[in-house]
T-cell receptor
Framework: GNSVTQMEGPVTLSEEAFLTINCTYT??????LFWYVQYPGEGLQLLLKATKADDKGSNKGFEATYRKETTSFHLEKGSVQVSDSAVYFC?????????????FGTGTRLKVLA | GAVVSQHPSWVICKSGTSVKIECRSL??????MFWYRQFPKQSLMLMAT?????????EQGVEKDKFLINHASLTLSTLTVTSAHPEDSSFYIC????????????FGDGTRLSIL
């Protein structure tokens, strides 16, 4: 079946450091891929998405490229801020479900220190 | 755009009572809504998927008589936790999608349910 694997956290970085959060997936067909961010006590906010191979999603300085050859969708940011501290979830839409429900990764907690 | 409002944000109630959580799409019509449960420091667990005007489809292991889902309109879905017990205490999150397609889900801010 379909699955999403995310790197284990927590990830602790200093402000202005480079961020990479790895995400790989297993899926049949061509799912859309998403990154969501969750701040403490809140729901999830869509950060970026990509719908086909080689698409690059970007938002608020974050980027991720849909790599079909490596089945990856790694999240990157060139210079993190304290306000980026949150939990990040990688997800794919399950085309086989009929409802395009999400398969989520386990989430990666990011802590940015001033 | 694509705002989902979830209410209440926090509820505390006694064991044995029923609790209703509302999920509204404020600026779009939500053909499909999803209900999730999230345990502390864990990922989201999908409980059920509901399409407007149809019965909800529950994931394996989720008791449909315990977690009643209604999606009577294109902007409102409700989750009722019936005869709640302490083990039902959790963070419940809804999401909504605009059409029967591969578009992103938009999430509410969640409801923290505490059963005493």
């Amino acid at each position: 079946g379909n699955s999403v694997t995310q790197m284990e956290g927590p990830v602790t970085l200093s402000e202005e450091a480079f961020l990479t959060i790895n995400c790989t997936y297993t899926a049949t067909g061509y799912p859309s891929l998403f990154w969501y961010v969750q701040y403490p006590g809140e729901g999830l906010q869509l950060l970026l998405k990509a719908t086909k191979a080689d698409d690059k999603g970007s938002n608020k300085g974050f980027e991720a490229t849909y790599r079909k050859e490596t089945t990856s969708f790694h999240l990157e940011k060139g210079s993190v801020q304290v306000s980026d501290s949150a939990v990040y979830f990688c997800a794919l839409s399950d085309l086989g479900s009929g409802t395009y429900k999400y398969i989520f990764g386990t989430g990666t907690r990011l802590k940015v220190l001033a | 755009g694509a705002v989902v409002s979830q209410h209440p944000s926090w509820v505390i109630c006694k064991s044995g009572t029923s609790v209703k959580i509302e999920c509204r799409s404020l600026d779009f019509q939500a053909t499909t809504m999803f209900w999730y449960r999230q345990f502390p420091k864990q990922s989201l667990m999908l409980m059920a998927t509901s399409n407007e005007g149809s019965k909800a489809t529950y994931e394996q292991g989720v008791e449909k008589d315990k977690f009643l889902i209604n999606h009577a309109s294109l902007t409102l879905s409700t989750l009722t936790v019936t005869s709640a017990h302490p083990e039902d205490s959790s963070f419940y999150i809804c999401s909504a999608r605009e059409s029967y397609s591969n578009q992103p889900q938009h999430f509410g801010d969640g409801t923290r349910l505490s059963i005493l």
